[in-house]
T-cell receptor
Framework: RKEVEQDPGPFNVPEGATVAFNCTYS??????FFWYRQDCRKEPKLLMS???SGNEDGRFTAQLNRASQYISLLIRDSKLSDSATYLC?????????FGTGTSLTVIP | DTGVSQNPRHKITKRGQNVTFRCDPI?????LYWYRQTLGQGPEFLTY????????KSRLLSDRFSAERPKGSFSTLEIQRTEQGDSAMYLC????????????FGSGTQLSVL
């Protein structure tokens, strides 16, 4: 079983839509969680950390549910520039585990 | 530029040849990670260093792969006797060991084995 599992999509949404991505992790000892964004043929870039209390950064909201071992990312008012692959990441303290990524295309 | 630097950006080699990649981490970062990524997959852990010590290696890392970080600064990843299955993007990332440690990636080295 993979450490982190994500729905690969693709998600194709119109501009202005709200889209949600989910991921699950298998190691209950995981200590911290992140969402990374990766553009085609580029390196992953940190989008935001994920906390149990939930955190928001502009149009992006991330949430962690430790009981269900579930992480989510909500993007409101999607922009064309949001088109990318979104990677869910867990850190056990010694290793970072990446999901396969969820592909998002925002359509004009 | 104070980000993570990787060289070369692209490498094309023939099967059976040896290749070496270099990573220069962010200067104050004491941890350095190597990942491999193929199309449609997330980055796959290969190995990591804390300062000059190699603390963990993936079971996926065959004997043909070796990594070093001799002075706790830059790192090299060598692949001996390359195979077509080694074709991938090799990503280096660095971090500071701390609570809520975060990874910062270099631009990667795209390896094509013909």
């Amino acid at each position: 079983r993979k450490e982190v599992e994500q729905d690969p999509g693709p998600f194709n949404v119109p501009e202005g839509a709200t889209v949600a991505f989910n991921c699950t992790y298998s190691n209950s000892a995981s200590q911290s969680f992140f969402w990374y964004r990766q553009d085609c043929r580029k390196e992953p870039k940190l989008l935001m950390s994920v906390y149990s209390s939930g955190n928001e950064d502009g149009r992006f909201t991330a949430q962690l549910n430790r009981a269900s071992q579930y992480i989510s990312l909500l993007i409101r008012d999607s922009k064309l520039s949001d088109s990318a692959t979104y990677l869910c990441v867990s850190n056990t303290g010694n290793q970072f585990y990446f999901g396969t990524g969820t592909s998002l295309t925002v359509i004009p | 530029d104070t980000g993570v630097s990787q060289n070369p950006r692209h490498k094309i080699t023939k099967r059976g040849q040896n290749v070496t990649f270099r990573c220069d981490p962010i200067s104050e970062h004491n941890r350095l990670y190597w990942y491999r990524q193929t199309l449609g997959q997330g980055p796959e852990f290969l190995t990591y260093f804390q300062n000059e010590a190699q603390l963990e290696k993936s079971r996926l890392l065959s004997d043909r792969f070796s990594a070093e970080r001799p002075k706790g600064s830059f790192s090299t990843l060598e692949i001996q006797r390359t195979e077509q299955g080694d074709s991938a993007m090799y990503l280096c990332a660095s971090s500071i060991r701390q609570t809520n440690e975060k990874l910062f990636f270099g631009s990667g080295t795209q390896l094509s084995v013909l």
